[in-house]
């Protein structure tokens, strides 16, 4: 739509695009969507299922194979020729299979973090994914919100949206809903909100005019490319360290070409073509099979798969390297509200007339009693705290089977509060009409709404109880006004800390009637006010929040809460949880404002819990912890939080209550807002990884073990112990499906009693360098002996040595299972799974009619358990290994904590 609706009224606009105020019904708005399509930018390189098939044969090595494979087929070897084919078919198929399942899960994983929109359907307030808006919804726009689409504003309050995205200009734009000419260029369009920019103050109501390709962000995209997909920090570090054992393994294969074919030559005298070609190939083939070139696919899968147990535990993650980061995350800074607490707030104290009086009820259900003695409370003081309440107020109450809160929680606790005497938020609003609004913002701590009482304007003001008295002068108290003292405050101060100290949040209230003649600024409405009284609203703990809190203890995690409550409200939520024992463990921001950069950094490993701080507070913890070497998760929800979530190791928004804005800053969101999601969230951090080590692990030493068999045999002049198609069956089988299973099995719950792994922590170290040289030495040695015991070089002593190579392999890949010598079989279904299928398929090939195409023998019992002994020894070798380093990890940690 080419319409320039920034010059046409609104009537005009409604009209046009056929809505109306109250917003499309939801069955026009699924046509609307079937016409105009999904509002999103459309993605220009979208890679299809067959390139990713047709990738799988594009690597050097493939290609070389099927050259050898076409040599083959001329010298007459058809047989090998056709099972080879088969056989790289299979390792294709098999590769295609992981590479699409990471792409479906990368793609479904963004529509998990996808935006959301606040429109009117069917008259009532619906919450959409961004992606489902059409021409003629009725948006609302709030502090934080990102645009989903380009729309025309229609009502505005204090309304500022920063077009840094389209303009460049970094000054936020001050919106209105007045027509403005024809001519007038994007850039200065006020009455616009365009798709992509950014709420940075107030509230506004919108139509949306143009959706997806046709808004002003769609016509900029189609003149750019997309950015491809980033790769991991590990999964950069796997490719390069696949790319270096590629050349090493390369190297070696093209040695055992050559000492191959020079010792045919001496032995000989001649070099036949079937003996180059049989050769050949089986040095190619083991190249195939020893590269890792799947590891970095391998690790996407395991993470996409993992990402998607977390979006089930409610963590939702928008950055993969995120992932990595969990396992090492060792200090979690927390909020308090809705994060430790429930976030369904109920009013349960006021302080009205020096008294504190009860409130009755249970959560939002309009449904108890204010108790008080009618000859201590004055009703008009009462009845005034009330209303200031439910009119300085962007919420809403609705029942819809159960009573139901829209918009701030702590908000929908005063509507509450309010109806319980009687008095009705909706009511109210008709008989004081709102005419302006200084928004809430955390550096102020303060909200004021304007309001038309009669001939008269009204400012209502609430906020934190220690802001609102440094701007009040005077007092209402027993029905008059008078001007307040400093034993009123004192009064007030005790009260607040007494309700504070119940694990109450506090708010205070004041009002003051302002004259026509004077602006309706912030600096000359909220000053010289009227003190009221306090609301006191308790936020019940999350049941979960102290069993998350015990597990970060054993996780060697330490929980920080970073809130804007009262210093003694913190702590009262703090010593329930069990974090604190006393309030020299507390820094409120006050405090915090008359340290230095060196005194935070010292003190700052015996602080718990930061009270009444501010988002620039935050910045200023989570560089003093990151300075002393922390690997930081930080929680934010306000649009102020986004620095900091950018600069913390693990940014996390919270999914209900945060804004877009602090969700596009974060690399992980959460669904329920709680606590608990955090910690399960580094649990799968940490089991992610850890399948991926036992992947790497698990692949490079039954590589290794490939590599030397050939190689040593080669060396010291025995036949090949498997040939080109053996080999590569065995790569096939071993690092296809038990590989695989290892990221899919759940991981050893344990982990969380474990320190978290350092930062920087190679996932290649020692310890994994040491394992691969054990197996690889072993099922060396082990299948060298065997294939020598059976005669080396007939087609008995090469199916021995096959298979044995095949058990080795599979013993080694059940030892990631097994503590004590015991198989965990609670979480090793699925490598169990693969371990059997993987036998039947070496078993099917050792036996008519497939043994003619693999060219092996049938095996007599006898065979097979001298095989299971054999290869059996590389279990007892690495369990025995885990046990000595277990106790020496125990007597190293016993000796630290008698040492401290």
């Known amino acids: 739509?080419?319409?320039?609706?920034?010059?046409?009224?609104?009537?005009?606009?409604?009209?046009?695009?056929?809505?109306?105020?109250?917003?499309?019904?939801?069955?026009?708005?699924?046509?609307?969507?079937?016409?105009?399509?999904?509002?999103?930018?459309?993605?220009?390189?979208?890679?299809?299922?067959?390139?990713?098939?047709?990738?799988?044969f594009t690597s050097f090595l493939v290609l070389i194979l099927i050259s050898a494979i076409v040599i083959s087929l001329l010298i007459g070897e058809k047989l090998d020729a056709i099972v080879i084919s088969c056989i790289v078919v299979l390792n294709g198929i098999f590769g295609f299979v992981q590479e699409y399942k990471a792409e479906r899960a990368i793609e479904a994983l963004k529509k998990l973090t996808a935006l959301k929109a606040k429109v009117l359907r069917d008259g009532k307030v619906n919450i959409i994914n961004a992606e489902e808006v059409v021409p003629g919804d009725i948006i609302l726009l709030e502090t934080g919100d990102k645009v989903p689409a380009d729309s025309r504003l229609f009502s505005t309050s204090a309304l500022q949206i920063n077009e840094a995205s389209l303009t460049g200009e970094s000054i936020p734009s001050k919106k209105h809903c007045k027509p403005l000419p024809e001519e007038t260029p994007v850039v200065d369009q006020e009455n616009m909100a365009f798709m992509g920019t950014v709420v940075t103050r107030g509230r506004g109501k919108a139509i949306v005019v143009r959706t997806g390709m046709d808004t002003e962000l769609g016509k900029i995209a189609e003149m750019v490319q997309e950015v491809e997909e980033k790769l991991t920090p590990l999964q950069i570090t796997l490719k390069e360290f696949s790319k270096w054992l590629g050349i090493v393994t390369i190297g070696i294969c093209f040695v055992i070409f050559l000492i191959g074919i020079s010792r045919q030559f001496i032995t000989t005298g001649n070099l036949s073509v079937t003996y180059l070609n049989m050769i050949f190939l089986a040095a190619v083939s083991l190249a195939v099979a020893a590269i890792p070139e799947g590891l970095p696919a391998i690790v996407t899968i395991t993470l996409a798969l993992g990402v998607q147990r977390m979006a089930k535990r409610n963590?939702?993650?928008?950055?993969?390297?995120?992932?990595?980061?969990?396992g090492c995350t060792n200090i979690i800074c927390t909020d308090k509200t809705g994060t430790l607490t429930k976030n369904e707030m109920t009013v349960k104290k006021l302080f009205v007339d020096n008294k504190i009086i009860e409130v009755t009820g249970e959560g939002y259900k309009p449904e108890g009693k204010i108790v008080f003695k009618e000859n201590e409370i004055n009703k008009k003081d009462l009845q005034l705290l009330l209303k200031i309440g439910a009119l300085c107020n962007n919420a809403g109450l609705i029942y819809e089977k159960i009573w139901k809160i829209i918009g701030d929680p702590t908000e929908g606790a005063l509507i509450v509060s309010a109806l319980k005497f009687g008095i009705d938020k909706k009511v109210l609003e008709k008989e004081l009409p709102r005419i302006e609004e200084i928004p809430f913002e955390p550096e102020r701590k303060l909200m004021t709404t304007i309001h038309k009482c009669n001939e008269k304007i009204i400012a209502f003001v609430k906020g934190a109880p220690d802001i609102i008295l440094e701007k009040c002068m005077y007092i209402q108290i027993n029905g008059k006004i008078r001007k307040i003292t400093e034993g009123d405050k004192e009064i007030i101060l005790k009260a607040n800390q007494e309700m504070a100290n119940k694990a109450l949040r506090v708010l205070g209230f004041a009002y003051k009637e302002i004259k026509e003649d004077r602006k309706l600024e912030e600096k000359n409405i909220e000053k010289d006010l009227i003190f009221v009284g306090l609301q006191g609203m308790l936020d019940p703990l999350r049941e979960e929040a102290k069993d998350a809190i015990k597990k970060c203890k054993l996780a060697g995690i330490r929980t920080v809460i970073i809130t804007g409550d009262h210093k003694f409200t913190a702590m009262a939520v703090a010593k329930e949880l069990g974090l604190i024992e006393s309030d020299k463990k507390v820094l409120t921001g006050e405090e915090l404002n008359k340290m230095d950069d060196r005194e935070l950094e010292e003190a700052i490993d015996k602080i718990v819990i930061y009270a009444r701080v501010s988002p620039h507070h935050k910045v200023r913890i989570l560089e003093a912890l990151k300075k002393k070497g922390y690997v930081v998760a930080m929680t934010g929800d306000g649009i102020n939080d986004a620095p900091a979530l950018k600069k913390s190791d693990i940014g996390v928004a919270m999914g209900i209550s945060g804004t877009d804005v602090a969700k596009e800053a974060s690399d992980m969101v959460l669904v329920d807002d709680n606590f608990a999601s955090i910690v399960n969230a580094v649990e799968e951090g940490r089991g992610i990884y850890q399948s991926i080590k036992e992947f790497v692990q698990y692949t490079l030493s039954s590589n290794l073990g490939e590599i030397l068999v050939i190689f040593l045999a080669i060396l010291i002049g025995w036949p090949l112990p498997l040939i080109a198609i053996q080999i590569l069956w065995v790569n096939l089988l071993t690092d296809g499906l038990p590989g695989l299973a290892l990221g899919l099995d759940p991981f050893d719950k344990a982990i969380m009693k474990k320190p978290p792994r350092r930062k920087g922590e190679k996932i290649v170290n020692k310890e994994v360098i040491e394992n691969i040289l054990i197996v690889g030495i072993v099922m060396c040695i082990g299948t060298l002996l065997l294939f020598h015991y059976y005669g080396l070089g007939t087609t008995k002593a090469r199916s021995i040595a096959f298979t044995t190579l095949v058990m080795f392999q599979l013993f080694n890949v059940l030892t990631y299972r097994a503590k004590k010598f015991k198989i965990e079989f609670h979480r090793s279904k699925f490598l169990i799974s693969a371990v059997i299928i993987s036998l039947i398929m070496q078993i099917v090939i050792l036996y008519p009619p497939l043994n003619i195409a693999f060219k092996t023998t049938p095996l007599s019992l006898t065979d097979w358990l001298k095989i299971i002994l054999i290869s059996f020894t590389l279990y007892i070798i690495l369990e025995v290994r885990k046990i000595v380093k277990n106790r020496k990890l125990k007597i190293n940690n016993n000796y630290a904590n008698f040492s401290q």
């Open 1 to 56: 739509m080419d319409v320039p609706f920034h010059y046409l009224e609104i009537n005009e606009i409604l009209k046009k695009l056929n809505t109306d105020f109250s917003g499309l019904s939801s069955e026009e708005a699924r046509r609307r969507l079937e016409k105009y399509g999904y509002n999103e930018i459309r993605r220009f390189k979208r890679i299809t299922p067959f390139q990713i098939f047709i990738r799988q």
């Open 315 to 326: 963590a939702l993650i928008r950055q993969l390297p995120a992932v990595e980061t969990l």
